[in-house]
């Protein structure tokens, strides 16, 4: 009997580890299976940031074999720059592609990179986002408030369009200006005489239309698809920064995700935001010609002039950097990048 029991045992123990082994191939299969839903949004039409989600969420349903599909909300067709960062920390939106200072609100160092001066050509700008202490710096930001970074690169040069004319630095003074949500931009055009005011952009062309407005920090890639010609004729050539672009993945819907999908994700991150390069200078130039040959004009400030704002502009980054250790510590890398990418 004893020998018999022993059987029983045995076999019951074959038998459990056999249901087991089902089990765990069956949940396999089911999680190869299984569909993933990407919501990607953008607060742009037509610019970098959504030839980006575009060629990332292509690439990520290609590479992922059809279990990650993608879906694409430009124009902040799912709520205000803030609603979009909240959904996608909570992960009702899986992706968001936006201009990091808008993140200030995560994490104040995701605004360094809108320190003016701190590049001069969307070259360096692109070089400095390739820089690998960079993207360590920004992608990690917000990894505690549910947000995995898995995108950076260089859209397009800030320029400032306006309703009355702007053709020389004094005429700045008495502007109300929107700026994006930075320090680094409100004391950048306190400086000039400007009144700065932080505002998602689906909010600045009927601001701009009432006369709230005078103008606003943008650039010209946002601008002419959403014909703010029809309301502003000038945008002013500032150079005085470059307009970077992150993409921010929710981390509770990435943790999600099987690991061999996590990986696409990233990988798919890292060259498409490299791939985009040369494509947003060519967005850029387009918009431009579409900007002019709507009666919009491209307004270059006289040659000393503009070497004065820049020259005013100069001591911001340091400045407003100083206030905060974290938030310098974080300028020190971005402008030792920026050195680097000259």
Same mark, same amino acid.
């Given at each position: 009997?004893?020998?018999?029991?022993?059987?029983?045992?045995?076999?019951?123990?074959?038998?459990g580890?056999?249901?087991?082994?089902?089990?765990?191939?069956?949940?396999?299969?089911?999680?190869?299976?299984?569909?993933?839903?990407?919501?990607?949004?953008?607060?742009?039409?037509?610019?970098?940031?959504?030839?980006?989600?575009?060629?990332?969420?292509?690439?990520?349903?290609?590479?992922?074999?059809?279990?990650?599909?993608?879906?694409?909300? @430009?124009?902040? !067709?799912? =709520? /205000?720059?803030?609603?979009?960062?909240? #959904?996608? *920390?909570?992960? &009702?939106?899986?992706?968001?592609?936006?201009?990091?200072?808008?993140?200030?609100?995560?994490?104040?160092?995701?605004?360094?990179?809108?320190?003016?001066?701190?590049?001069?050509?969307?070259?360096?700008?692109?070089?400095?986002?390739?820089?690998?202490?960079v993207?360590?710096?920004i992608?990690?930001?917000?990894?505690?408030?549910?947000?995995?970074?898995?995108?950076?690169?260089?859209?397009?040069?800030?320029?400032?369009?306006?309703?009355?004319?702007?053709?020389?630095?004094?005429?700045?003074?008495?502007?109300?200006?929107?700026?994006?949500?930075?320090?680094?931009?409100?004391?950048?055009?306190?400086?000039?005489?400007?009144?700065?005011?932080?505002?998602?952009?689906?909010?600045?062309? @009927?601001a701009? !239309?009432? =006369? /709230?407005?005078?103008?606003?920090?943008? #650039?010209? *890639?946002?601008? &002419?698809?959403?014909?703010?010609?029809?309301?502003a004729?000038?945008?002013?050539?500032?150079?005085?920064?470059?307009?970077?672009?992150?993409?921010?993945?929710?981390?509770?819907?990435?943790?999600?995700?099987?690991?061999?999908?996590?990986?696409?994700?990233?990988?798919?991150?890292?060259?498409?935001?490299?791939?985009?390069?040369?494509?947003?200078?060519?967005?850029?130039?387009?918009?431009?010609?579409?900007?002019?040959?709507?009666g919009?004009?491209?307004?270059?400030?006289?040659?000393?002039?503009?070497?004065?704002?820049?020259?005013?502009?100069?001591?911001?980054?340091?400045?407003?950097a100083?206030?905060?250790?974290?938030?310098?510590?974080?300028?020190?890398?971005?402008a030792?990048?920026?050195?680097?990418?000259?």
């Amino acid at each position: 009997m004893k020998f018999f029991a022993r059987d029983v045992l045995l076999c019951g123990a074959w038998v459990g580890a056999g249901a087991l082994a089902v089990a765990l191939t069956t949940g396999a299969a089911a999680a190869q299976d299984k569909t993933y839903v990407m919501k990607i949004t953008t607060p742009t039409l037509n610019a970098a940031p959504d030839r980006f989600a575009k060629e990332f969420g292509d690439a990520v349903a290609k590479d992922s074999g059809g279990r990650i599909k993608a879906e694409l909300y @430009p124009a902040s !067709q799912l =709520g /205000t720059i803030p609603r979009q960062i909240e #959904g996608t *920390q909570f992960g &009702a939106i899986q992706c968001a592609v936006i201009p990091p200072e808008f993140f200030v609100g995560v994490d104040p160092r995701f605004q360094v990179l809108t320190a003016p001066g701190l590049v001069s050509s969307d070259e360096q700008a692109q070089r400095v986002t390739a820089d690998p202490a960079v993207r360590k710096l920004i992608l990690g930001l917000g990894a505690e408030k549910g947000l995995h970074g898995v995108g950076l690169f260089a859209a397009e040069p800030s320029e400032v369009v306006s309703k009355p004319e702007i053709r020389h630095l004094d005429d700045f003074k008495g502007k109300k200006l929107r700026i994006f949500a930075s320090d680094f931009q409100s004391v950048a055009f306190s400086r000039l005489g400007a009144t700065p005011v932080a505002m998602s952009p689906s909010d600045v062309l @009927p601001a701009i !239309q009432q =006369g /709230t407005l005078d103008g606003a920090v943008a #650039g010209v *890639q946002l601008l &002419a698809p959403m014909h703010f010609y029809d309301a502003a004729k000038y945008i002013v050539m500032t150079g005085h920064a470059e307009i970077f672009i992150v993409a921010e993945i929710s981390k509770k819907w990435y943790d999600s995700l099987p690991p061999d999908l996590q990986q696409v994700i990233d990988r798919d991150g890292e060259s498409e935001s490299k791939a985009i390069d040369p494509e947003a200078l060519a967005i850029t130039q387009a918009a431009r010609k579409t900007w002019t040959g709507a009666g919009g004009e491209l307004v270059y400030l006289p040659e000393d002039e503009h070497a004065k704002m820049l020259d005013m502009l100069a001591s911001v980054g340091e400045d407003v950097a100083t206030k905060n250790p974290q938030l310098k510590a974080a300028y020190d890398i971005v402008a030792a990048a920026a050195k680097r990418a000259k």
